[in-house]
Nanobody, 115 residues
Framework: QVQLVESGGGSVQPGDSLRLSCATSGIVVSSLHVSWFRQGPGKEREFVARMGPGGSGTDYADSVKGRFTISRDVRRTVYLQMNSLKPEDTAIYYC?????????WGQGTQVTVSS
């Protein structure tokens, strides 16, 4: 059974940093396409970052390029390092993986950026 659990969110001020983690089970994340999405208040869920198998093919939304970095360990955890956070980054952040023809989602972790 594939399971994803996000953590690391919180309330911070503009300019601060957070590192989100996505702990997985039932998969080996190093061999899969992994992604982060977010959904802000009153907004559609949007793509944030993705990484292909073995760390290949990284890609970022223009809104986070240069500030966020997606990474993964060799087996179970996906990360999103978020620097220079802005109020518009406020959202619920979700990790996602593709496995055997299906896309799986975690429950999300809340990030709030305000002064």
């Amino acid at each position: 059974q594939v399971q994803l659990v996000e953590s690391g969110g919180g309330s911070v001020q503009p300019g601060d940093s957070l590192r989100l983690s996505c702990a997985t089970s039932g998969i080996v994340v190093s061999s899969l396409h992994v992604s982060w999405f977010r959904q802000g208040p009153g907004k559609e869920r949007e793509f944030v970052a993705r990484m292909g198998p073995g760390g290949s093919g990284t890609d970022y939304a223009d809104s986070v390029k240069g500030r966020f970095t997606i990474s993964r360990d060799v087996r179970r955890t996906v990360y999103l390092q978020m620097n220079s956070l802005k109020p518009e980054d406020t959202a619920i952040y979700y990790c996602s993986v593709f496995c055997r023809g299906n896309q799986y989602w975690g429950q999300g972790t809340q990030v709030t950026v305000s002064s």
